[in-house]
């Protein structure tokens, strides 16, 4: 029913259920306790009826008020009382005759609630009851006959002390229910917590949508559901209005600049070598790497031509660090490769993955003083990569920005030397694609270290 789809009305019935059940329990259950005073069956009323009878017609021979007249009743009673079986007589003064005196106090106390012939009833008390009364003539006055008897079926006596305890009865209730109520507020809850997980993917870029988002739950949690994924979707086509500006804006800027690459080498050839020309000359070439570097990160975000593979770590990193090593030795640094794996596979895309080792094994060649150090550690699921250096570092507050596109610390833009401020952007870009996360601290060599962890593929 729709009505029911709704977030506000289910946990409402669920309130108004459990109230009305705890209510209903706790009025209701005193009326199952067998201690209760409960009227007669017919076949009990007859056989009640029939002894008093019996007791009656033995009376007529005891005459009224003779000397000891309630003795000759106890005679009469006796004759009739079963083994187990114990009769009292009640006269209209109220006096109890019987020859067991020691439940005389139980037999008031049921006389006091059940005193009407025509509705005779019983009571139990502990593993004894007491059923009546029954109606005896006797000289045109009512005698009632109660009949106190062993139980016939005793109550146990947990159910006596739960009776007894209302509030331990609704204790034990409340604890009974509890694996039920918690199944139901967890299954209130579930579409919650699988927004949640959607969140957290987009928060860690991942803008894939969730069409299950939009089947689960109540109405609310649809409708959120479908706003999320309309959100995705909005978010996907601006991030994709903006690479394809970037590579728009990019590529028109290579015509000019080609242009003037092309004006320079004819001045050169005019006019001859000359300061301002070898000046414009490499500006004209930092601005073309710029763009190069540019088009590249919105190529690599922009279309997915390239494919996924599976690649051993080993293999897919060999020449990467192979031409470190060789770059180390021409510029004189100490480059250390720890503990590379054999047979751990990763699901990637290969250039992309080793363009980022390598944009961040340059950075620190760039900003070392004379020391660089590649680790590599496996656990269960997680290969890390650290890539640590000597040199200044970069303070606290920039270690995230630095993966900004074109940021560049203070530091590195007083240099002469140095790049654009993409490098990072383009490693982050390729680390997420491929599931993994990249981060940067301060390295125990005490320069910078940048920690990548990706995921290892399982067969
Ligand atoms: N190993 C490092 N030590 C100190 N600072 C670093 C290190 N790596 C990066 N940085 C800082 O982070 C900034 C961003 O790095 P990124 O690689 O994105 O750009 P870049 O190296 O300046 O230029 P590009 O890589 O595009 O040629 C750098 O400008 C630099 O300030
Ligand atoms: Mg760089």
């Known amino acids: 029913m729709w009505i029911f789809d709704r977030l506000t009305i289910r946990i409402f019935t669920i309130f108004f259920l459990t109230i009305a059940f705890f209510l209903m329990l706790v009025m209701l259950l005193p009326n199952f306790d ?5 009227y007669l069956a017919n076949k009990e009323k007859d056989s009640g009826n029939l002894l008093a009878k019996q007791i009656e017609k033995e009376l007529v021979n005891v005459p009224k008020n003779s000397f000891r007249w309630w003795m000759r009743f106890i005679v009469v009673m006796d004759n009739y009382q079963k083994p187990g079986q114990f009769l009292f007589i009640v006269t209209p003064n109220e006096q109890i005759i019987t020859a067991d005196s020691n439940h005389i106090d139980l037999v008031k106390n049921f006389n006091e609630k059940s005193h ?27 005698y009632q006959l109660y009949i106190l008897q062993s139980a016939s079926d005793i109550q146990s006596q947990f159910a006596n002390l739960v ?32 927004l949640k997980k959607a969140a957290d993917r987009v928060a860690k870029g991942n803008l894939q949508e969730w069409p299950e988002l939009e089947q689960i739950g109540s109405s609310e949690y649809k409708a959120t559901g479908s706003s999320f994924n309309h959100m995705l979707r909005e978010l996907k ?25 092309l004006a320079t080498s004819l001045l050169r050839r005019k006019q001859g070598e ?5 000046r414009i000359n490499s ?4 601005l073309d790497s710029m763009i190069g570097d540019l088009l590249s990160l919105a190529r690599q975000q922009y279309d997915n031509n390239e494919v996924r593979e599976l690649k051993q770590i080993d293999v897919l990193f060999k020449s990467v660090l192979d031409n470190a090593v060789f770059e180390a030795e021409q510029i004189g640094k100490k480059f250390t490769i720890e503990h590379i794996p054999t047979n751990i596979t990763i699901l990637c895309y290969p250039d992309a993955l080793c363009s980022a080792l390598e944009n961040v094994i340059r950075n620190a060649f760039r900003y070392s003083r004379s020391e660089i150090e590649v680790n590599f550690a496996v656990n269960q699921h997680s290969l890390t990569i650290t ?25 590195a833009r007083d240099r002469e030397s140095g790049g654009t401020g993409l490098g990072l952007a383009i490693v982050s870009n390729s680390v997420t694609r491929d599931n993994g996360t990249v981060k940067a601290e301060k390295s125990h060599l005490g320069g910078l270290r940048i920690v990548i962890v990706l995921p290892i593929y399982k067969y």
């Open 387 to 411: 890539i640590d250096d000597d040199g200044l570092g970069v303070q606290h507050d920039e270690l995230e920005q630095i993966f900004r596109p074109f940021y560049r610390t203070s530091e």
């Open 34 to 38: 067998s201690r209760n005073l409960t």
């Open 163 to 194: 009776f007894d305890h209302p509030f331990l009865l609704l204790s034990l209730t409340m604890l009974a229910s509890s694996p039920f109520l918690l199944w139901l507020s967890w299954s209130i809850a579930k579409p919650a917590r699988r």
């Open 116 to 142: 009407n012939v025509n509705d005779p009833a019983k009571k139990i008390y502990d593993s004894q009851e007491i059923i009546g009364p029954f109606l005896i003539h006797y000289t045109d006055q009512d």
């Open 283 to 286: 500006e004209a070439l930092k």
């Open 237 to 261: 086509r601006m991030q994709e209005l903006q690479q394809q500006l970037l590579s728009d804006i990019s590529h028109e800027l290579r015509t000019p600049l080609t242009r003037l690459q």
């Open 274 to 278: 000359s300061k301002e020309v070898v």
